[in-house]
Nanobody, 121 residues
Framework: QVQLVESGGGLVQAGGSLRLSCSASGNIYVINAMGWYRQAPGKQRELVAAITSEGTIDYGDSVKGRVTISRDNAKNTVYLQMTNLKPEDTAVYSC???????????????WGQGTQVTVSS
């Protein structure tokens, strides 16, 4: 069994910063991509940032220049550093990973439960 556990969400004032972490645990064999998505009330879920095992990075258009994704492969952990936060960044941020377990015959799409980020004006 595999799970993704997020941490680091919370309440921050506009212009502030937050760092989110997501750690994968369980009978993991290999992790391909890890990333962050967000969903605000009444809006569709959107990509924030994603990073592959080789280090290829993709950022969502709405956060480019304000967030940095990084990954510690040894710890199966991905980080999201967010700066200059805006009220419109308020959302539930969820971690996502494409990974294979010791017993799976294909890559699995695994999601964390999400962490709330609230930016006050």
């Amino acid at each position: 069994q595999v799970q993704l556990v997020e941490s680091g969400g919370g309440l921050v004032q506009a212009g502030g910063s937050l760092r989110l972490s997501c750690s994968a645990s369980g009978n993991i064999y290999v992790i391909n991509a890890m990333g962050w998505y967000r969903q605000a009330p009444g809006k569709q879920r959107e990509l924030v940032a994603a990073i592959t095992s080789e280090g290829t990075i993709d950022y969502g258009d709405s956060v480019k220049g304000r967030v940095t994704i990084s990954r510690d492969n040894a710890k199966n952990t991905v980080y999201l550093q967010m700066t200059n936060l805006k009220p419109e960044d308020t959302a539930v941020y969820s971690c996502r990973s494409s990974l294979a377990t010791m017993t799976s015959d294909r890559f699995l799409d695994v999601w964390g439960q999400g962490t709330q980020v609230t930016v006050s004006s």
